[in-house]
């Protein structure tokens, strides 16, 4: 098992652990973590036109994750940070000096 199908599973996991629903633990946790390791900002490799739109997909799927999530940290940060990993793209972004505690 490569590394960043070792990361899309453990992705997985915690959002799973998450869900609102069967699908939101069986067809979307999958998919935002397949997602995620895309190279992108999440809500831009999601689809969605702004950050905003990308909050009201994850309250409608994982709403008790919304809860502890900072107000003021990415969703991609956030989630990666609490699997104690970094994610694919974060070390190539041009953004880093405006990410909430990004620490590469």
């Known amino acids: 098992m490569d590394n960043l199908t070792k990361l899309e599973k453990k992705v997985t996991i915690f959002l799973q652990k998450y869900a609102k629903n069967d699908i939101s633990k069986n067809e ?8 995620s390791l895309m190279m992108n900002h999440l809500y831009q490799d999601l689809g969605f036109d702004n950050r905003a739109q990308m ?4 309250q409608e799927h994982f709403p008790k ?3 502890i999530k900072p107000k003021d940290k990415l969703w991609k940060k956030f989630i990666y940070d609490s699997i104690d990993e970094v994610a694919p793209a974060c070390e190539f972004c041009p953004d880093q000096d405006s990410c909430f505690s990004c620490k590469i």
Not at 28 to 35: G, K, Q
Request: proline share 7%; aromatic share 6%; no cysteine.
């Open 28 to 35: 979307i946790a999958p998919h935002l973590a397949r997602v």
């Open 55 to 58: 909050n009201n997909f994850m």
């Open 65 to 67: 994750l919304t809860l």
